[in-house]
């Protein structure tokens, strides 16, 4: 891996994990279009330790009172729950459908298509995320957890972004925005932590660490920080009214590496 690879690969991990563009997507057409491969299972598991640290620097108070919150308040109780119920629902989808889904799905044509459906997805946000009216956490049902929890489990499919399915999932099911986007980026943190910690057992079965461990370590970094800024701007657009702006993004992309593969 090269200095050049290491700063971009990390830079698009950190802000496609966290926008509503679909960080598997642009994965699967990046290989394709500039010969980008896998470079990893100990790269793999430090880009992902970086963006679980942007969720947890951004959240840091709503995870304190979260945790503080355990013991004497039932509003903080039923989240912890409903974000259990959610990450045990994503868990059974990738259990079961996990490998279908990606073999399937996973083609560069079919990406491109679903980014397409990303970009209505995203489309749809922007108009019904307007109202501030809606449900908070004490309001919110165990029925919400599971919604929202199989629309995460769905995007494993590469081009259908997590963030906007979970968004779109909870606002679907009437969650007040402020709600809809705590509870969103605390259920990803689970699905993240997990995911490496699966790809971090295979560390400890290595003889010899890579002999660019720190342009790994560099690429982590900047996922870090470009999660932080990416989750930043996606409640910024969200709140202001500008998230039609990442669909028109979506349905470039898509449009764009449909065509190529298509035709070239």
């Not at 698009?12 to 563009?21: I, K, M, R, S």
């Not at 039923?78 to 989808?93: C, Y």
């Not at 459908?97 to 044509?109: D, H, R, Y």
């Not at 997590?162 to 990803?188: D, E, P, V």
Request: aromatic share 16%.
């Amino acid at each position: 891996m090269s200095l050049g690879e290491a700063i971009f690969l990390g830079l698009l991990q950190g802000f496609t994990e966290f926008l509503p563009v679909s960080s598997s997507g642009h994965l699967v057409i990046f290989q394709q279009l500039f010969g980008i491969s896998q470079q990893g299972i100990t790269f793999e598991v430090l880009v992902h330790f970086g963006t679980m640290l942007s969720i947890i620097t951004v959240f840091w108070g709503d995870l304190v009172a979260l945790f503080k919150g355990l013991a004497k308040s039932r509003e903080q109780k039923k989240l912890f729950f409903l974000l259990l119920i959610g990450t045990i629902v994503t868990g059974v989808v990738g259990i079961f459908l996990g490998s279908f889904l990606k073999g399937l799905f996973e083609e560069p044509v079919v990406t491109s298509l679903m980014l397409l459906i990303t970009g209505f997805i995203v489309h749809i946000i922007a108009k019904i995320s307007k109202s501030p009216q809606g449900k908070n956490v004490k309001e919110m049902s165990l029925w919400d957890g599971i919604v929202v929890g199989l629309f995460q489990g769905a995007a494993i499919i590469p081009g259908i972004s997590r963030s906007g399915s979970t968004i779109l999932a909870s606002l679907f099911q009437g969650l007040k925005r402020q709600t809809a986007i705590k509870y969103s980026f605390l259920l990803a943190l689970p699905a993240i932590a997990g995911a490496t910690f699966l790809e971090g057992i295979e560390i400890f079965h290595m003889e010899e660490l890579p002999a660019y461990l720190y342009l790994y370590i560099l690429a982590a970094v900047l996922a870090f920080l470009s999660g932080i800024l990416a989750i930043k701007i996606f409640i910024k657009f969200l709140n202001e009214g500008k998230f039609h702006y990442f669909s028109y993004y979506c349905w470039f992309a898509g449009a764009f590496s449909l065509l190529y593969f298509l035709f070239f």
